[in-house]
């Protein structure tokens, strides 16, 4: 792994598919290469990358191609938390070995209500199987998908057994009082808290934040880093306005497909649209519609197209 | 895959851990040669058997040992649904080419609120891709745990593309009221309704279901078999009463380590009580209640200790 922390603002990558569905690692390249174009780093395998939807050897083997592709293993961050250990386990192992800055790391998600003793031997366990003090762990929270949470005592208790290896986390919650408490709970003590979405990255920045990992930097990358870059300016919160309209046109339909219907119509890419069941694309309608109001705020990808 | 439908009461068998959490085929067998032996089938790789806290590999390297035993695979309906399409298209394939009767399938869990058009696309690729008339599925419905429900719609949908294929359900919503709803729609037309617990047995076989697939049929597998076989007999509501004091005693715990703990003390073999991370065992505490419980309802499991 990087020596140096990756901070800033990170995209869950997301995935395209050829027709048949398996993935299109030259698509895949060519949008990563754009988005640290944009100063935006990859979080690739998320919850928007479709990553689920993959087994863990097609994960692997796009993370292969970013980098023999000569992109920056200091700027990925590729989840590889699934519900099995021993998957978890081979893809952690495989990123840090790929020299990635750190893994995004989703807890177990099929079993629900389970205990925080068995989610802190969950990730105990990946630690201490993968057995390398130079892994850095960013926790991934985001119960309105995963619906098992990660609380902060359950953090506290990780970073109390793993002090090296624990190294922030991402809430995606959608709930400010939490990434509140988390940040100021450990914050200080180094650990990298990044909201999961624009949204929050101004209040974020304010209240010691280093960036954040949305989905939206998919799309609009060069704006969301530009206010990470910029947000002590004057008019950091008119940029943070800026990013509100956008994000809130996107989340008006389903994030994946809308995330690929607006790079296929900046990119003139039309294969870009192809989503893995059992998500499913926008109908012409609504990326029609989805374009209308994204021009109607002077939206553009500037140098998508290449 | 087997010509004759498998039907009667199937058991999601629990899966053993060796002490470094890999599974342990030997146990497995042997486990599943018992429960055989006792007229339970054998729904291996369900919800109650670790199933997705275990990679696509060792799943079939267990199946892969329980047909190198000589068990027989007219008797299995291994579960095989996970969320990449890729995974489960690859179990699928194996467990037919395994000559198993069939397959229980999971909806992909992890996007929830996901739309039917999305899911009959995800069982539509899995079964156009594995591309064998002789391949049967079984829906497995349980939204409290994988939050995404198949619906009679879906299933009417499912039904009417591929009526060969599409062989059944396991419904383990906990809700009666969905059970009697899909046996009305569909079971005089062949459909097998399984309802996910024996607590259903009875007035499920009144109604024209097909047996049950429960987990309490892994400690309880006799009993459970019997009722199946004698419905119609007199002391049927009886029986069921009996069968519902050993359930609401296994319900009081975690399931899947109550289970386990019931296993290793009635076999006499500890090492059964494994668990893989999210799951914790029982404490001593609750292992020795839990069996108070049961020694206090004259419970055995005969034939376990071999």
Redesign the interface.
Known sequence: MSEQRIRGVLSPVVTPFKSD?SPDPERFVRHCRWLLSQNVGLAAFG?NSEA?????E?RMELLDRLVAAGLDPARMMPGTGC?????TV?LTAHAMKAGCAGVLML??????G??D???F??FA?VIERVGDRRLRVYLYHIP?????PITVPLIERLLKAYPDNVAGIKDSGGDWANTQAVLDAFAATGFDVFPGSETFLLAGMRAGAVGCISATANVNPGAIARLHATWRSPDADLQQKCLDEIRSIMQSYVMIPALKAAIAHWGRDPAWATV?????VLTDAQASDLVAKLEAKSFDMPGLRT
């Open positions: 569905l919850t689920n939807s993959l087994s863990a097609e519900c099995a250990l021993t998957d081979r807890p177990p998600f099929y079993y629900k389970v205990s003793d068995g989610l031997r969950s366990e309105p998908v995963a619906q098992v893995r069941p059992p998500l499913t």
